[in-house]
């Protein structure tokens, strides 16, 4: 793809915005930036990108608009634009023009961090050129410049950038699970569910496509996919793949480990590293090298993360459990006495799943933030609800009514984005307030 003299306003100077920015102005465009609110950035000045307000103004004479995965793609004047012919693409299938290697992506509404991380451990671990970034933290534009032939590109990949995508092409697709999320920007289940299902379309004979054989959303995948696809399962058997028998995890019809050497709790882990084990092994790595690897996997922060034990109280971190489905899964890995922090920006969810996990295994919901209000209505009766409003009375109501044997867990359901920066910021303030806890009460 020449980008010489190509006109492009990439929109939403997060970290996705400036890495595209960067990538163009390297491949020889000339560059503008548009973010709807005022920024004012050093990397932007050293480089003499102006930043405009995101109006239609912005966008004339533009040959081609670059779109943060934040920006929503039917934006008005984006789309505005777009019905003027000018092509509108996302940071994802930028970067893919000049990506070199080749490319694990993997998707899902939740388990995609862990799976993206465990997948590019046991890749490295095994002595498998690999290189690890998307959603995951990287900007897949400043992968580019550490690509190589022969070379692994493992990507997390959200929604929103699978949405803009028009020649990326995954050549080992991983699709963990699709429960309803980010109905704010989609509008729709059935408009999520396709976004996701779009790893898939450009993948030609001799990749692969490893699919949750579990999730009815995902085994619909597999009617789409080229080749037969590559299934993972924790309750039955599958053609070929992963799969849990007993307490054995199965590799193409092989036992590879048990489930207590995984270091990682919850079987919804199991079933992230069953996706991880398969890509792998796709990819390279042997049933030995995946297993040793795996097990010394250290996590990742924000997911299911444990945090401390005090008093005979354990308190976990799971920040990133920031849908239903993830909060879910949280609950599912411990056995009851929970104190569960809810709560954040609304995603136009529904939580009254949460109701009979609450009522079998809480102790109590502890609400924040903006949905607290919803998520008691919903909730109402399957737990005693306590109003905390914010994440300091939580925790410490949780560590003045906890008592020995029990588990503190935040796992909010909800967006972090009206009390906090993002699900970093919020797990990290958790972490804070925890540890600053005294040993006695």
Request: aromatic share 6%; hydrophobic share 45%.
């Amino acid at each position: 793809m020449k980008l010489d003299g190509v006109r492009v306003a990439v929109v939403g100077m997060a970290r996705s915005g400036i890495a595209a920015v960067e990538l163009l102005i390297d491949k020889g465009a000339s560059v503008i930036a548009v973010d709807a609110k005022p920024v004012r950035d050093e990397r932007l000045e050293r480089m003499g990108v102006r930043v405009l307000p995101q109006n239609d103004a912005a966008f004339e004479g533009v040959d081609l608009i670059v779109l943060s995965p934040g920006v929503p793609a039917d934006a008005k004047e984006v789309d505005a634009a777009r019905r003027r012919g000018v092509r509108v693409v996302g940071d994802l299938e930028l970067a893919s023009w000049f990506l070199q290697g080749e490319t694990i992506g993997i998707t899902g509404s939740n388990g995609k961090t862990t799976t993206t991380a465990l997948t590019g451990h046991i890749l490295k671990s095994s002595g498998v050129a690999a290189q690890v970034g998307g959603n995951i933290g990287t900007p897949p534009a400043t992968m580019v410049a550490t690509s190589k032939a022969g070379q692994w590109n493992v990507l997390e990949l959200s929604s929103f950038q699978l949405e803009t995508i028009e020649s990326f092409r995954a050549h080992i697709g991983a699709a963990l699970n699709v429960t309803p999320d980010h109905l704010d920007r989609h509008y729709t289940f059935e408009r999520y569910e396709a976004a996701k299902a779009r790893l898939f379309e450009n993948q030609r004979a001799g990749d692969f496509a490893v699919l949750n054989a579990d999730d009815p959303h995902t085994r619909e995948y597999g009617e789409i996919v080229i080749d037969e696809p590559y299934w993972f399962s924790s309750t039955h058997e599958v053609p070929r793949g992963a799969w849990l028998r007993g307490e054995t995890l199965m590799l193409d019809a092989r036992p590879l480990m048990e489930a207590r050497e995984v270091p990682l709790r919850g079987v919804h882990n199991l079933e992230n590293t069953m996706a991880s084990a398969i890509a792998a092994r796709l990819a390279g790595a042997t049933h030995g090298q995946i297993r040793e690897a795996v097990m010394r996997f250290p996590g990742v922060e924000h997911r299911l993360e444990f945090v401390r034990e005090l008093n005979g109280v354990a308190w976990y971190n799971d920040s990133k459990a920031t849908n239903v489905d993830a909060t879910l899964k949280a609950i599912a890995a411990f056995p009851g006495g929970l104190w569960v922090i809810l709560g954040g920006k609304d995603k136009d969810a529904d939580y009254a799943p949460l109701a009979e996990p609450l009522r079998n295994k809480a102790r109590a919901a502890l609400l924040i933030g903006a949905a607290a209000a919803k998520i008691e209505n919903q909730l109402r009766d399957a737990a005693p609800v306590v109003r905390s409003r914010t994440l300091d009375a939580a925790v410490r109501e949780a560590y003045s009514r906890a008592r020995v044997g029990d588990t503190v867990l935040l796992a909010p359901a909800c967006a972090s984005f009206d009390q906090f920066e993002n699900f970093e910021h919020r797990g990290r303030e958790f972490k804070r307030l925890v540890n600053a806890l005294g040993a006695e009460r």
